[in-house]
DNA sequence: CTGAAAGCGCTTACAG
DNA sequence: CTGAAAGCGCTTACAG
């Protein structure tokens, strides 16, 4: 049980000032060669290595991205999260990851706690409740020290800092296009409630592509679920009783599950009704049938969000130019088995 | 843009000693009362919080954890995670998680960069090119640096440490077992490559099953898959010339292409052919039959690392009660529609 | 009751 | 070429 070694130690050892032994392992010119090879021959073997918090303390910078998603059980939000560290790691940066479950206090607490003094910035995706509150103080405060966030997915306009989304709306549109164009004549929207940001915008597209079609609007087709475990009913209704062709899913949970809803009534995906989802998962590949979706990148999305927030870092806090970007990511369709 | 404000700063415009907002803060009562409250009102307007990289210098202890995992891409390693943080911040701990993305190197690398001061201990699993190589000096010497470490899941008996796991071997016995109390006869094994210890674990256990009810045991019906992508055609070749009435997956992805491909041969699952996945994730829910499923709770395995962890951070320093222990998750079968 | 000093582990401008 | 000093932000034993 040896403690990790200290310059300290290494000074002591070899009787030379801790500023030298320093020096010399910075290789610095400024210390004779045959002390500096000897210092660094010692702390090689003593496996020696910087100490972190010291080091952070020192330059008052820790190279730690923190990170706060609502949820990581969850393929798109541990996606980004891959994207995420793949270039902080490539910058020499790691992350610290903070879960909100969705819950606009654990979302305060753990920015609070990141804030001070552990990491050098953040990315984050809103929890719902904050997202429905619409109380971003605790960011906004972070943002008026001087600490840059990045946010993603689940942004708001309430806050001015640079952000990377998909455009909800358009690909919301394309997908009920692409319904459409197929003959589709009665598509249904199963969607979240509207305080989520992405849910709002997703509808939208929807109803634009409908009338951009001259399909008339219908309230009646759209259906907002709450919770995920007692939405089977509703669900069964709407097939039932609305004798629709089409559904546009808000995700694909819901969508997997207006599947097998159907199939209990006997109708036929896709023959009977087609149905495509928002977001690219796991389910929708091995569903059966699979499910065509709408594809956000979680991986080009996170790397985004590193990529703009590592550039804020790095760039010689000019603070002045606070010219905030919004990156817009692409999506597309992916085709599969349960539409045609 | 003020940055956060210091002890420094308070004593300076307070016009006391750093010394005093220090003990003030801490509502000592060395402090006279009226400095005290005069000191905390100030603080709190200016929402003063001390830093954590500086308490984590001065405390020798960062109060965090380090998680090292494979993937996060994984419904079961969330899951995990999802556990630990919870005891972790119920215990005032944040937790700093990355990827060794199977890669030998990559956790190596990782775990030196926290080994440096950054957190106080680790949570583990081992990545598939480190159990392959036996290679494990990088945590050994962590741990003879005196910080700990508790594995879990894949983990390697060549290092002394405590550990959380599931009883594989058993596990796997009991889900082969209710094949054969189903009446099924020719079972096949569907696993990964050897040197993952939880494929070989789970090997044993499906060998002993057959054996002890006097089922003859067929080196053929067993297929190792290296490469997901790749493996349809074995598991092709498996249903259509061996003749099985079912199956035994060592995880959910090898499963539902177990059925994707039975139903393509026209073999119904699961009158023609039983599946049992290991691993209850989110595919087995909405695969379509619905899939029986060892589940091993990731939540559970997370909070019982997390809980060692702590345990063995916050147990004085007595280190020489070495007694490492290794806590057994129970697992359960969860029968859905792939077995009857 | 208040403050100066030492120290956590490091770096760097400044003396010598 | 080497080292003492100051400092990052904090705490605490010790003086006064």
Excluded: W
């Amino acid at each position: 049980m040896k403690r990790k070694i200290t310059l300290k130690q290494i000074a002591k050892e070899l009787d030379v000032s801790i500023s030298t032994v320093s020096k010399s392992l910075r290789n610095s010119l400024e210390i004779g060669e045959e002390t500096r090879l000897k210092v660094q021959a010692f702390a090689k073997f003593y496996h020696y290595k910087p100490n972190n918090i010291a080091l952070s303390l020192k330059n008052r910078k820790t190279k730690t991205i923190g990170i706060i998603i609502p949820e990581i059980v969850h393929h798109f939000f541990s996606t980004v999260i891959n994207g995420i560290e793949q270039v902080a790691n490539e910058n020499g940066y790691s992350v610290i990851i903070c879960l909100s479950d969705d819950s606009f206090d654990k979302e305060v607490l753990n920015m609070e706690m990141l804030a001070n003094g552990s990491i050098d910035g953040f990315i984050m995706s809103l929890s719902k409740e904050t997202q429905f509150r619409g109380d971003f103080h605790h960011i906004t405060e972070v943002i008026n020290q001087g600490m840059p966030v990045v946010m993603f997915d689940r942004v708001t306009n309430d806050i001015l800092c640079d952000k990377v989304i998909i455009d909800d709306k358009y690909a919301a549109y394309e997908a009920v296009q692409s319904l459409i164009d197929k003959g589709r004549k009665k598509i249904a929207l199963v969607t979240t409630v509207d305080y989520v940001s992405v849910g709002k915008l997703r509808t939208d597209g929807y109803t634009k592509a409908l009338l951009d079609n001259g399909i008339p609007f219908n309230e009646d087709l759209i259906i907002k679920i709450e919770d995920i475990d007692t939405c089977e009913i509703t669900i069964g209704k709407l097939l039932e009783d609305k004798a629709i062709d089409a559904v546009f899913a808000v995700n694909e949970l819901f969508a997997v599950t207006i599947i097998k809803t159907a199939n209990k009534i006997g109708l036929n995906v896709p023959n009977d009704l087609a149905v495509i989802a928002f977001t690219d998962g796991i389910i929708s590949k091995y569903s059966t049938p699979t499910i065509t979706t709408v594809s956000q990148s979680g991986i080009k999305m996170g790397n985004k969000a590193a990529k703009m927030l590592i550039e804020r870092l790095e760039s010689e806090e000019d603070e002045e130019d606070e010219n905030y970007k919004t990156e817009v990511i692409e999506t597309h369709l992916i085709e599969r088995e349960s539409t045609n």
